[in-house]
């Protein structure tokens, strides 16, 4: 069965640090990948998605994920976090062959210190 | 509208009563999805319809619990004789549809649904 795994469940961060979530999924198949985003008090808002090409995907405010096919992983990462990305992160799969329900992981929630 | 709309935004309600909790999908987008996020479990997935009709229902986790979509827009998920572990936020999307292969699904704000 797919699975998403996000290893961190709670990140703090100063302003300005680097960020790196993970993402590891569990499909024998080929995937698109996504990173949502829900900052609080607000909904689910796709922040970046990989669906085919350069496995290095840019999405808003900065963000940027790798897509390692032989590591089953799809990272997200920013260089320097602000304190306005403080929110909960979501990584999701979804085969592309026939299916159409995402595959959620149980989220990271970061926040970062001002 | 321009975006995904639920309806009621907050739910309290009593064990053992009936809910029903409303989506209202982008216009034009022909599938429809209900996600269920519950505190340490993540989102996951209850119901998908494509136009009117239900193809997998297979996440829905009890018969207490269905769906319907009218005239391919609003769809309305029913929660009978609640249970406390239903508390929950009950997510919406929506997505054009009516292709093969997977998309973008774009999500409303949530019922957050507590059940004394």
């Known amino acids: 069965a797919q699975s998403v795994s996000q290893h961190n469940h709670h990140v703090i961060l100063s302003e300005a640090a680097s960020l790196e979530l993970g993402c590891n999924y569990s499909y024998g198949g080929t995937v698109n990948l996504f990173w949502y985003v829900q900052y609080p008090g607000q909904h689910l808002q796709l922040l970046l998605k990989?669906?085919?090409?350069?496995?290095l995907v840019k999405g808003i405010k900065g963000f940027e994920a790798e897509f390692i096919k032989s590591k089953f992983s799809f990272n997200l990462r920013k260089p320097s976090v602000q304190w306005s990305d403080t929110a909960e992160y979501f990584c999701?799969?979804?085969?592309?062959?026939?299916?159409?329900?995402?595959?959620f992981g149980t989220g990271t929630r970061l926040k970062v210190l001002a | 509208g321009a975006g995904v709309s639920q309806s009621p935004s907050n739910k309290v309600t009593e064990k053992g009563k009936d809910v029903e909790l409303r989506c209202d999908p982008i216009s034009g987008h022909t599938a429809l999805y209900w996600y269920r996020q519950s505190l340490g479990q993540g989102l996951e997935f209850l119901i998908y319809?494509?136009?009117?009709?239900?193809?997998?229902k297979s996440g829905l986790p009890s018969d207490r619990f269905s769906a319907e979509r009218t005239g391919g827009s609003v769809s309305t998920l029913t929660i009978q004789r609640t249970q406390q572990e239903d508390s929950a936020v009950y997510l919406c999307?929506?997505?054009?549809?009516?292709?093969?292969?997977?998309?973008?699904?774009?999500f409303g704000p949530g019922t957050r649904l507590l059940v004394l």
């Open positions: 990989y669906f085919s090409g350069d496995p």
């Open positions: 319809f494509q136009g009117n009709s239900a193809p997998d």
């Open positions: 999307a929506s997505s054009l549809g009516g292709r093969a292969g997977p998309e973008t699904q774009y």
């Open positions: 999701a799969v979804i085969s592309t062959s026939g299916t159409y329900k995402y595959i």
